[in-house]
């Protein structure tokens, strides 16, 4: 009777410290991120990478950012996509700057930047905040990576 007791309480014991497999089937609920990938002061090009970080499929229908660049005045950034985004989906977002003031930045080697971007989705939207550097493409004078 009292190795009966013994091995109940051992079953009872070991099936209280078992872990819970549910964590594996929950969505992933990380933030997406926003990058510039290129930029090309010559074509007046910034091509941004966004990382999508969720099981969830949306449709990205606006993707609006402010761009500061050595800390001169900011550059407003739209784009209109309708981009159908898949489960961590990185996609390439291309802005035309023609119509933008761009800072004269004297052929620097390197540029800090700030992207604050706010995308909307067809099912809500998302802040991303990014602050990074730029270098100078090798062989360049007005590429930055």
Not at 51 to 66: A, F, G, P, Q, S
């Amino acid at each position: 009777m009292r190795i009966l007791a013994i091995v109940i309480s051992f079953i009872f014991i070991v099936s209280c410290g078992s872990s819970s497999s549910r964590r594996v089937h929950e969505k992933q609920r990380t933030p997406s991120d926003v990058q510039i990938n290129a930029l090309d002061f010559a074509n007046k090009k910034l091509e941004l990478r966004f990382e999508y970080r969720t099981y969830v499929e949306k449709t990205l229908i606006t993707m609006n950012c402010d761009l500061t660049l050595n800390k001169k005045p900011s550059i407003q950034l739209i784009k209109d996509s309708h981009l159908e985004l898949g489960a961590f989906s990185t996609e390439i977002i291309s802005f035309d700057l023609n119509s933008q003031v761009l800072p004269a930045l004297n052929k620097a080697k390197t540029i800090d930047y700030n992207l604050e971007c706010t995308a909307t989705y067809n099912k809500g939207t998302e802040y991303m905040q990014k602050t990074s550097v730029l270098h100078l493409v090798p062989a360049s004078q007005d590429k930055y990576r």
